[in-house]
């Protein structure tokens, strides 16, 4: 690796570690979320509107989540004209702590709410079942991602890739 690269993103980290704030958290955290969701929401309609099994649904809904969070923050990264395998880096360290938290907590809420997953697309309890539990998600991985910021990782690493 070439040193003056890595001093500039060590002090690249050092200096989004002393800006964390719960509002850069929260911005972080609703644009990790904005790919879960289109994922998640996807998953959850095609598994449903199948009749694929719960867990089926499930592995869907991640899978999707995770490719368009992925896909989302590829999107910013390869704007600032970086080549594909260094915009998927970026995107891997930003987003996969983020996108696996968020995942973990919307699917047990969907999988701990009686009846949400066999309720069907016309049902109040699927749709009401799905916003509280990304709602969920985003409340309790604000945290961790102020606390991945702070430290120089998760979203921290695609800010020297945005555009002012």
């Not at 959850?44 to 992925?70: D, E, H, Q």
């Amino acid at each position: 690796m070439d040193h003056g690269v890595h001093e500039h993103h060590e002090h690249h980290e050092n200096a989004a570690a002393a800006t964390a704030t719960w509002g850069m958290a929260a911005q972080a955290t609703a644009h990790c979320l904005t790919g879960c969701a289109i994922g998640e929401v996807l998953g959850m309609v095609i598994g449903t509107a199948a009749g694929m099994s719960n867990a089926a649904t499930v592995v869907l809904a991640v899978a999707l989540a995770f490719v368009f969070g992925y896909a989302l923050t590829m999107r910013g990264v390869l704007r600032a004209g970086v080549n594909f395998r260094t915009a998927l880096k970026v995107a891997l360290a930003a987003d996969t702590v983020s996108i696996a938290v968020m995942e973990v907590l919307d699917n047990l809420v969907m999988l701990t709410v009686p009846g949400a997953m066999e309720a069907g697309l016309a049902s109040w309890l699927f749709w009401g079942s799905l916003a509280g539990s990304l709602l969920v998600a985003f409340v309790l991985t604000t945290p961790i991602n102020k606390w991945m910021i702070s430290r120089g990782k998760g979203h921290a690493v695609v800010h020297q890739y945005h555009r002012h």
